[in-house]
């Protein structure tokens, strides 16, 4: 098995990092052998059971002209039901000719017929199951934007395959927390893959992703790491998910296409287009065939599963499965370069869908705003319990988060709220000017004169003597709670506290006036 994840790697460059590591496990291998040398444990003496040859020869004439008659049937559930059936009249005919017949035994012959008689008619140079030759790729449908109310979608279709994919967008508080040795990073692309037994024609339990779907989507994901944009780039958390509706080989190669449409789809600025072939083969001896974007038979019959990703340019992922030893440099170099062919004409069309990522984010995700505060500001934007940031999130609709740097990114859907909230926190962070005219509301009356708030969280003392013009015996003749009024800020003390004039700012015209204060913060 070899797994891998690249950054747009040439077939060359792969090929000789897979023969590089090969080398190098000779030294773990070597080392296993003394070891198992040295603890010299009994072999266990097994001896494989004798061939029946009578039953592997009844079973050749009774079904194989019909095995290479049904898989010249292309349509896969056609071409089951055939094979089926044929395995039933075997079946009948040596349960009548023996009723004390092994049917497991039966079930195993019949097995390994069609093994050889698919194999032996691939390694002749035959059309294969589907009809095709040895290097061609499945008629491809490709769309994108087909669920319009999701932020991206598409539906990739290779043939019998085919995946519809989502992709939705959110904020970086969205990303996956990850608890690693090393300790906690996060994950702002998440990828996952859903295989339902429907999309294979069976029924089941639907319920958490097993092994396979886990991999599969770790391999796709793997596919499409190398073109996503960095957090600084494009702000977002963005999931992926993957849904096979219908399969017959090659599905994490499907998802690794069809997660590209459906990102570029929603506006995420990926560098390329990315596409997953997978390879097989088939080999006798000496000879062999490798086989472009294998079946699910061509891949339960044959000796490998070569999945490739890529874009244009290069190689980012690759997956190996292997059935047999004897798999030489040689044929691995066929395999890269055939996949290299089949994934560009797979890009092609895909391009002619979709060749960039869309200008526009969808309507429905949300806008990152991006604005930089003070760091001795946070306190003042987050307020006492978390306060004040509670109430701009819930009062203007919108998603805030706050780096300990002092960036702060808002999101929302709507671009007038995300205005709104950039306008209050400017205000929240603003510093009073002394000098400066402010239209502010009367926050408390004292008998010696109001506080006013001039900004959030500022207030400042307007005294009693600097309430009007002519002398003020009581306060509550000329204000009350809760009422705007205009002030000049006359000065700000060592301790901070700001002095304000009502008298002063009504002696300078009204247009002075070019602040206004945001609502109330707690």
Request: glycine share 8%; proline share 3%.
């Amino acid at each position: 098995m070899v797994e891998s994840e690249a950054d747009n790697l040439t077939e060359e460059e792969m090929l000789s990092a897979v023969v590089y590591g090969h080398d190098q496990q000779q030294v773990v291998i070597k080392a296993i052998n003394e070891f198992a040398a040295e603890v010299a444990t009994p072999a266990w003496d097994w001896v494989a059971p004798e061939e029946n040859t009578t039953l592997n020869n009844r079973i050749a004439e009774l079904a194989e002209a019909k095995l290479v008659e049904a898989y010249q049937i292309t349509e896969k559930m056609a071409r089951y039901d055939r094979i089926h059936a044929i395995a039933a009249e075997v079946n009948d005919v040596l349960l009548a000719e023996d009723p004390e017949a092994n049917t497991k035994e039966i079930h195993t012959i019949f097995h390994d017929l069609e093994k050889t008689v698919v194999r032996r008619s691939i390694i002749a140079g035959n059309p294969r199951i589907d009809g095709r030759e040895k290097d061609m790729v499945r008629a491809l449908d490709v769309r994108t934007g087909v669920l319009p109310r999701t932020h991206g979608s598409s539906l990739f279709t290779r043939g019998e395959t085919q995946a519809i994919v989502t992709a939705t967008l959110g904020t970086q508080r969205d990303a996956q927390i990850i608890d690693e040795l090393t300790g906690e990073r996060k994950d702002h692309f998440l990828l996952h893959y859903n295989f339902p037994p429907y999309c294979v024609g069976e029924t089941g339990f639907v319920g958490s992703p097993k092994r396979r779907e886990i991999g599969h989507g770790k391999l796709a994901k793997r596919g499409i790491a190398a073109v996503m944009p960095s957090v600084e780039e494009f702000p977002y958390t963005v999931r992926v998910v993957s849904e096979i509706t219908e399969s017959n080989g090659s599905s994490s190669m499907a998802s690794v296409c069809g997660t590209s449409l459906a990102l570029m789809d929603a506006g995420v600025p990926i560098k390329s287009s990315v596409a997953g072939i997978a390879m097989g083969l088939v080999k006798e001896g000496d000879d062999f065939v490798v086989l472009s974007d294998i079946l699910g038979d061509e891949d339960h019959l044959g000796d490998m599963d070569f999945k490739v990703a890529g874009t244009n340019t290069g190689i980012t992922a690759l997956q190996m499965d292997i059935k047999i030893e004897g798999i030489t440099k040689e044929i691995m170099q066929i395999a890269l370069n055939q996949a290299q062919g089949a994934r560009k004409h797979i890009l092609s069309v895909m391009d002619e869908a979709i060749s960039g990522a869309r200008e526009e984010i969808s309507e429905f995700a949300p806008r990152i705003h991006t604005m930089k505060i003070s760091a001795d500001k946070i306190k003042d934007v987050i307020g006492k319990g978390g306060a004040v940031i509670r109430q701009l999130t819930e009062e203007t609709g919108t998603t805030i988060e706050i780096e300990d740097d002092g960036t702060i990114k808002i999101a929302a859907t709507d671009g007038d709220q995300a205005k709104d909230a950039i306008a209050r926190i400017e205000a929240i962070t603003a510093e009073v000017e002394v000098g400066k005219i402010y239209t502010g509301k009367v926050a408390r009356l004292a008998d010696f004169g109001a506080f006013v708030t001039v900004l959030p969280g500022k207030d400042g003392l307007v005294h009693i003597s600097q309430i009007a013009q002519e002398r003020v015996e009581k306060v509550t003749d000329y204000l009350k709670e809760g009422q705007e009024v205009q002030v000049k800020v006359l000065e700000i003390d060592r301790q901070g506290r700001v002095r304000l004039s009502m008298k002063e700012a009504v002696e300078q015209p009204a247009e002075a006036a070019n602040e206004k204060a945001a609502p109330d913060a707690e």
